[in-house]
Each structure stands twice: as structure tokens, then as C-alpha cells.
């Protein structure tokens, strides 16, 4: 079995920066992609970034410059430092984890920016 479990979060005025981290554990043969989505309310879950194993990433318009995701892959790790956060990137944020074929996701992590 394996697990995804992110960490952080939390609440932060404009203009101010977060990281958020998502650890995968378990019975890992092969890791793949990972990375976030988020899910505003009344709104889709939109796919944020996404990191290959061999650290080559992308993101959505609206977060390049801003957000950067990382990666270790001995520890099964991700990383998301979002900096210059602006309200509209309150969401509740879910990791995935490309892992032995399937994909995994977190619960989620809240990120919440005032104005």
C-alpha cells in the first residue's frame, strides 16, 4: 500500500509566501510524476505544477514566477514554494503521486490568502 500525506499550508496575507510538502511512503517500486492541483470553492480542481522523476516541471499561466516545485526523490518527497501569493490562489491543495502504475492523492492541505 502506499500513502501521500502532505504538510503546511496555512493562512498568509498577500503578497507573502507558503511551502507546502507531500511525502509519499509505503511499498514504492516506481515513482513517476507528482505534483498539485487545487480546488477553489465553487470551482474545478485545476491542475498547478507537476515534476517528472527527472525533475523536469510545467506550470499553469497563472502561478509561473511565482511557484517553483522541487523534488527529492530519495525521501519520495515534493516541494511547492509559492511566493507574491495573491487571494485568488486560495484553494484547498492536493497532491498526487505517480507511483507502481497508479496514482495517489493527499487530503489535501488549505491555503487560504487575505487580502
Known amino acids: 500500500q502506499v500513502q501521500v500525506v502532505e504538510s503546511g499550508g496555512g493562512l498568509v496575507q498577500a503578497g507573502g509566501s507558503l511551502r507546502v510538502s507531500c511525502a509519499a511512503s509505503g511499498n514504492i517500486l516506481r515513482s513517476e510524476a507528482m505534483g498539485w492541483y487545487r480546488q477553489a470553492p465553487g470551482k474545478q480542481r485545476q491542475l498547478v505544477t507537476g515534476i517528472s522523476s527527472g525533475s523536469s516541471s510545467s506550470y499553469i499561466d497563472s502561478v509561473k514566477g511565482r511557484f517553483t516545485i522541487s523534488r527529492d526523490n530519495a525521501k519520495h518527497t515534493i516541494y511547492l514554494q509559492m511566493n507574491a501569493l495573491k487571494p485568488e490562489d486560495t484553494a484547498v491543495y492536493y497532491c498526487?503521486?505517480?507511483?507502481?502504475?497508479?496514482?495517489?492523492w493527499g487530503q489535501g492541505t488549505q491555503v487560504t490568502v487575505s487580502s
Open positions: 498526487y503521486a505517480d507511483i507502481n502504475g497508479r496514482r495517489y
